[in-house]
């Protein structure tokens, strides 16, 4: 019996979920011992509701809706797995959302979702192969979860780290040993991996109450490059405070003054925490597995699969 199944310890108090709670709360559960699987209550902001959900059809709609379901199928799979784990750890957490439910569709709260009928909108010519390949993604990777020292990781992720990953220490001030900033070569096809926003002088003032860009300063950067604060005039900020009013896509950047202008050259588009899609896909491209792919961007973890 391996260690990482012993040490599955999980306080879920009130969990709808009795009979799977009370087998994931048990040390020494066997490898392949089985579940039954869970249903979870997901609160729908545009529409006011919660809907009831198997986890594994939640996490077919989680897919569809955060990774371009054009990517290879091995980076869909270890979408799939930390999407997965992400659920379960926010479950263990015990937090409710509107409505009493257990998980919500708001990015700012848990991971984004859209049904199939949302996601045949989306893409109504590459529907019927795309949904199937998500379908396959989850299927294939059916129970299996993230594991450190025998709990459930907060397996965050972001579309383009630019790079590099950011660690939670630098991030959070809170060290997360699975959490480490990471060398990534493989995100230069996204996009966004590097990008430029120029703003005017009076723009700028209609944001931030400052009009001269050269009052504008990065004072501090993580040892991964990341903005942590800057000064404004006579006051400091933090660069996730900055990236939100300005809109940026991360707090990766250099400033140059062009006369009147202030151009902000970005990299990566996200916090850069954990998994970078683009860098996932880019691997996958290469022949990676998602074990592969997911052990480059959480450190030191286990993989554990709950038959259900």
């Not at 025998?150 to 959070?172: F, K, M, N, R, V």
């Not at 990471?182 to 430029?196: G, L, T, V």
């Not at 902000?264 to 491209?285: D, E, R, W």
Request: hydrophobic share 35%; with cysteine; net charge positive.
């Amino acid at each position: 019996m391996s260690r990482k199944a012993k040490n599955i310890l999980i306080i879920m108090a009130g969990f709808v979920l009795l009979l799977f709670v009370t087998c994931m709360l048990i040390r020494g559960c066997k490898p392949n011992e089985q579940f039954t699987e869970p249903s979870i209550n997901l609160y729908r902001a545009k529409e006011n509701k919660s809907y009831k959900l198997t986890l594994e059809e939640y996490i077919q709609g989680v897919v569809a809706a955060e990774m371009p379901a054009s990517f290879e199928l091995e980076a869909l799979k270890a979408q799939a797995v930390a999407a997965r784990t992400y659920t379960l750890k926010k479950l263990i957490d015990g937090r409710k959302y509107a409505l009493n439910a257990d998980l919500s569709d708001n990015i700012y709260e848990c991971q984004a979702y859209i049904s199939w009928v949302e996601f045949g909108d989306r893409h109504p010519r590459d529907k019927e192969q795309w949904q199937k390949k998500i379908v396959q993604a989850c299927n294939e990777t059916r129970g299996e979860i993230m594991l450190y020292q025998g709990e459930p990781i907060d397996a965050l992720y972001h579309s383009t780290c630019g790079g590099i990953t950011e660690s939670a220490l630098e991030s959070w001030g809170k060290d997360i040993p699975y959490l480490r900033s990471s060398n990534c070569n493989y995100c230069r096809q996204s996009k966004h991996y590097e990008s430029i926003q120029v703003f005017s002088s009076g723009e700028l003032y209609k944001l931030t109450g400052v009009s001269n860009t050269e009052a504008i300063k990065i004072l501090t950067k993580t040892p991964a490059g990341r903005s942590k604060k800057l000064q404004l005039d006579n006051r400091m900020i933090s660069a996730e405070e900055f990236r939100r009013i300005l809109q940026l896509p991360s707090t990766w950047w250099s400033l140059k003054k062009q006369k009147n202008n202030l151009l902000i050259i970005s990299k990566g588009y996200g916090h850069g925490l954990g998994m970078c899609q683009y860098g996932a896909n880019g691997m996958a491209a290469q022949g990676k597995d998602y074990h592969d792919i997911l052990g480059k961007y959480y450190k030191d973890i286990d993989f554990y699969r709950m038959n259900y």
